[in-house]
């Protein structure tokens, strides 16, 4: 089987630009799909920054109608105090506003501390709005993006289909089958030059025959990586 070496050139020169014409069709909706992940996440980020910030608020109130009911019954206790009968009662009225006071001081310092860490939690909240506003505006971007460029890429890769098929016409008939296995096999990288003495793909040193067959427009498959070699353009053996 002999094929041109122009040939190989140009079908592989085309290969790879569609590989990578494809690659960027196919990077284009996975962006999108990591940024639609990062708006879930902030989202859901928000959504317990809130439930936090709420439940420290109902927390608070609680102490603060704590130490509110805590502050009349300490004024009913000392009006008892005042209309008390006896030493005794008087004393242990005493006793009991001393540790309803005692008490009702530690609630207002926990009450201090829940207040501050609202504040706290409130500012998270405003920092996970300003992140999901973020990632949406990213995301934005990135599906309009994928919008303007799916278009021109579609149109490059089916020129360079059309042009493919064009110079497919130009295999011999008994190589085809071989081709388009290994073009099925290996996409993009089914086929390389030969670099020096080299497989343009797997590095490895080929054979003086198989050198010779390629100055002939001979087929040669690399025997290490099955990859179909060529020679560039212009290649001057060094043997």
Known sequence: MLVAAAVLRQLHRIHQQLGDLRERLNRGPKVVKVREANVVAAEAELAQSKADAKAAKVAADQKQLLLRSGEQKILDLRAKLNASSSNREYQALKDQIAADEMAGSVLADEILEALEKIDELQKATGESEKKL?????????????????????????????????ETEKDLPADFRDAYLRVVKGKGSEAMAPVEGENCGGCHQLITANMFNSLLMNKVVFCGNCGVLLYLPEDRTPHR
């Open 133 to 165: 506003a973020k990632a949406k505006e990213e995301l934005a971007k990135g599906q309009q993006t994928n919008r303007d460029q799916e278009g021109l890429l579609l149109a490059d890769v089916q020129r360079l289909e059309a042009e493919l098929k």
